[in-house]
Every structure is written in structure tokens, then in C-alpha cells.
């Protein structure tokens, strides 16, 4: 059975905006020009709050040009929660995907986010994010280590955020709960559904480039989920302090493996060089016939085969870009 003979899971996507006239375009193009295959998107609505730039300007456009493309204005601004529930009161789609306005989905996220309630047992879904900065400063280095870690987390126990999924089975989501996509997360398993990860539907954002931006934001995500452990007994995956510290003991060991390589290299680099040295200046041997690496003399279609299907032993990195090529 074709993906075309198989009815399209239906889905509404919510943007929650504040001054976001930087990305909205391009995030709404982004929605816009999803490839979709078992799935469909039948409204894209953004919540604007109390917007001061030229955020409603550029939604106003978008949805002058396209119907399904519809815009809520708060006049002042209450909270992502308050917007998500606005949210929640238009959508008319069982499935429902939160995006947060400062992001930016690949072309296959919603299809892959979303695919995974062909399972009826299936009541969330979580994107993995990536952030484009690069790593040229410390902030932007912590900023890739941890989402990094995040990533191995969520292989094991999903911790979602940035752009998540789930089937719409509550009305609204408490005023004084901060940490969104964990609530959602606590309900979801409280009636008895999964949880999932779908590392192959990527969500883009920048990190934070300073110290106290990067701080504000981990002390607001540890505060709010301290708070729903407390009041809604639920604790996600990023607080268990076991799992978050193998995981640093694994990136830990890879940097001790890597600079021990590195010496090794080192070594055997400047060892070759004072060979290749001797050998042009002392014997006069300009290797016009030289010696061969045999154990470079393979069948390089077979090792490239096996090496693809053992991809798993490969850097997250390497995998990830891979997965985007094809």
C-alpha cells in the first residue's frame, strides 16, 4: 500500500510569537513548503503577543496570500501558556504541533514529527534541535554540547521541546505552568500513551551568545521543571541527575579518547616525517617505486556498504549530516 492510498494524518500547527519580525517569514515559508506525504497540515495558526515589531505586519501578509494561514493578536502579553491555549480554542485538528516563533523546521520535520501517530498508542512526539551557530566562542560550544547530550537523553527517555506533537486530548493548559511541552508530556503518559523522539525531524534555532543569556535560560528551565515535579508530580528526564551524568561522562571519555588520539597522531606524523627525512636525505630514496599499504587495498564499495550499516559507531555529527543529504 502507497502512502497515496492511505488516508493523510491531519494536523494544526500553532506559532507562539513575541517580536519575532526577524524570523516569522521565513519560519511561515518554511511551513509552507513542508514536504508532506502521509500527512497534511490544515491550518497554520500564529498566536502573536503584544508584538511591537513588525511581526503582525508579516503574518498579515501571509495570510492575505494564504486561507489556511490565520492570525490570533493578544494585546498584552501573558505567557506562552496563555498563548498555546488561544491555540488550543481555534484549532480544529486532532493532532497538534507547537512551534516556537524563533525557529526554523526542515523541509521533512512535520512529515516525520507527525508520522508517528499512525500509531493509535503514540500521544506525543518531540523534534530534535539544532542550533546554527557555530561553535567559534565558549557559549556557542556549550550550546552544541548540550544539545548534544540532549539528543543521547532523549534516546533513552524523550525530553521534547522547540517543536513537539501530540494528540489533542486536554482544552487548555494551566496558567501557572511555565514549562510547556513537559506538561503536555506529563499528561500524555498520565493517560497511558508514549512519549516519542523523532531525531530524523529537525528544528533549527540560535543559541544564546553570552554567559547570562545562557544562564537565564537554563535557570528558567530548571525552575519550571521543579515546579511541575512539585505541584504536578511529574519529573522529565533532564533532572534525573544519574542519567544526565553518564551521558557527561560519556562526552568526558570521547574528549580523553580524542586528545589521546590527537598525541598518538602527533607522534606518529613527526615519526614519519624524520623517516621520510632520512630516507631523501641520507639513502637518497625518492620512493619513484615504493613500498604499498596493503591493508589500504580493498573493495571500497564493500567497506563504504558495511561502514553505512554500522552507521550507528559513527560521530553524531557525521550521522546527522548524512541523514540531511539524502
Same mark, same amino acid.
Given at each position: 500500500?502507497?502512502?497515496?492510498?492511505?488516508?493523510?494524518?491531519?494536523?494544526? =500547527?500553532?506559532?507562539?510569537?513575541?517580536?519575532? #519580525?526577524?524570523?516569522?517569514?521565513? !519560519?511561515?515559508? #518554511?511551513?509552507?513548503?513542508?514536504?508532506?506525504?502521509?500527512?497534511?497540515?490544515?491550518?497554520?495558526?500564529?498566536?502573536?503577543?503584544?508584538?511591537?515589531?513588525?511581526?503582525?505586519?508579516?503574518?498579515?501578509?501571509?495570510? #492575505?496570500?494564504?486561507? $489556511?494561514?490565520?492570525?490570533?493578536?493578544?494585546?498584552?502579553?501573558?505567557?506562552?501558556?496563555?498563548?498555546?491555549?488561544?491555540?488550543?480554542?481555534? %484549532?480544529?485538528?486532532?493532532?497538534?504541533?507547537?512551534?516556537?516563533?524563533?525557529?526554523?523546521?526542515?523541509?521533512?520535520?512535520?512529515?516525520?514529527?507527525?508520522? *508517528?501517530?499512525?500509531?493509535?498508542?503514540?500521544?506525543?512526539? /518531540?523534534?530534535?534541535? *539544532?542550533?546554527?551557530?557555530?561553535?567559534?566562542?565558549?557559549?556557542?560550544?556549550?550550546?552544541?554540547?548540550?544539545?548534544?547530550?540532549? $539528543?543521547?537523553?532523549?534516546?533513552?527517555?524523550?525530553?521534547? /521541546?522547540?517543536?513537539?506533537?501530540?494528540?489533542? &486530548?486536554?482544552?487548555?493548559?494551566?496558567?501557572?505552568?511555565?514549562?510547556?511541552?513537559?506538561?503536555?508530556?506529563?499528561? &500524555?503518559?498520565?493517560? /497511558? *500513551?508514549?512519549?516519542?523522539? #523523532?531525531?530524523?525531524?529537525?528544528?533549527?534555532?540560535? /543559541?544564546?551568545?553570552?554567559?547570562?543569556?545562557?544562564?537565564?535560560?537554563?535557570?528558567?528551565?530548571?525552575?519550571?521543571?521543579?515546579? !511541575?515535579?512539585?505541584?504536578?508530580?511529574?519529573?522529565?528526564?533532564?533532572?534525573?541527575?544519574?542519567?544526565?551524568?553518564?551521558?557527561?561522562?560519556?562526552?568526558?571519555?570521547?574528549?580523553?579518547?580524542?586528545?589521546? =588520539?590527537?598525541? !598518538?597522531?602527533?607522534?606518529?606524523?613527526? %615519526?614519519?616525517?624524520?623517516?621520510?627525512?632520512?630516507?631523501?636525505?641520507?639513502?637518497?630514496?625518492?620512493? &619513484?617505486?615504493?613500498?604499498?599499504?596493503?591493508?589500504?587495498?580493498?573493495?571500497?564499495?564493500? &567497506?563504504?556498504?558495511?561502514?553505512?550499516?554500522?552507521?550507528?559507531?559513527?560521530?553524531?555529527?557525521?550521522?546527522?549530516?548524512?541523514?540531511?543529504?539524502?
Amino acid at each position: 500500500m502507497t502512502a497515496h492510498s492511505i488516508d493523510k494524518i491531519r494536523c494544526s =500547527v500553532g506559532i507562539t510569537a513575541y517580536n519575532e #519580525a526577524a524570523n516569522i517569514g521565513s !519560519l511561515l515559508a #518554511a511551513l509552507l513548503d513542508q514536504h508532506l506525504h502521509e500527512v497534511e497540515i490544515v491550518e497554520i495558526i500564529v498566536v502573536a503577543s503584544a508584538c511591537t515589531d513588525r511581526t503582525v505586519e508579516i503574518v498579515k501578509e501571509y495570510v #492575505a496570500q494564504q486561507p $489556511h494561514v490565520k492570525l490570533i493578536e493578544q494585546e498584552r502579553r501573558e505567557g506562552k501558556t496563555s498563548a498555546i491555549n488561544l491555540f488550543l480554542q481555534a %484549532t480544529s485538528a486532532d493532532i497538534c504541533v507547537l512551534e516556537s516563533g524563533d525557529t526554523l523546521p526542515h523541509e521533512y520535520a512535520i512529515e516525520h514529527l507527525v508520522r *508517528m501517530f499512525r500509531d493509535p498508542n503514540v500521544g506525543m512526539v /518531540g523534534a530534535q534541535k *539544532m542550533v546554527v551557530d557555530t561553535p567559534e566562542h565558549i557559549i556557542g560550544l556549550l550550546s552544541h554540547l548540550r544539545l548534544r547530550m540532549e $539528543h543521547e537523553l532523549c534516546l533513552e527517555i524523550p525530553r521534547l /521541546g522547540e517543536m513537539i506533537a501530540f494528540r489533542k &486530548v486536554f482544552d487548555q493548559i494551566p496558567p501557572d505552568v511555565a514549562m510547556d511541552e513537559a506538561f503536555v508530556e506529563a499528561i &500524555v503518559v498520565r493517560q /497511558g *500513551m508514549q512519549v516519542r523522539y #523523532a531525531p530524523d525531524a529537525i528544528v533549527y534555532n540560535t /543559541g544564546p551568545t553570552t554567559v547570562s543569556d545562557f544562564m537565564r535560560q537554563r535557570r528558567r528551565n530548571h525552575a519550571g521543571h521543579l515546579y !511541575l515535579k512539585h505541584k504536578y508530580g511529574y519529573k522529565v528526564s533532564s533532572i534525573q541527575n544519574r542519567r544526565v551524568a553518564r551521558i557527561a561522562f560519556k562526552e568526558l571519555w570521547g574528549i580523553v579518547r580524542l586528545v589521546w =588520539v590527537l598525541v !598518538l597522531l602527533a607522534f606518529i606524523e613527526a %615519526t614519519s616525517r624524520v623517516l621520510g627525512w632520512y630516507d631523501f636525505a641520507i639513502k637518497r630514496d625518492r620512493h &619513484v617505486v615504493w613500498n604499498m599499504a596493503w591493508t589500504q587495498k580493498q573493495n571500497v564499495k564493500d &567497506v563504504r556498504q558495511h561502514r553505512e550499516n554500522g552507521a550507528s559507531t559513527e560521530s553524531f555529527t557525521i550521522q546527522k549530516h548524512t541523514q540531511l543529504e539524502r
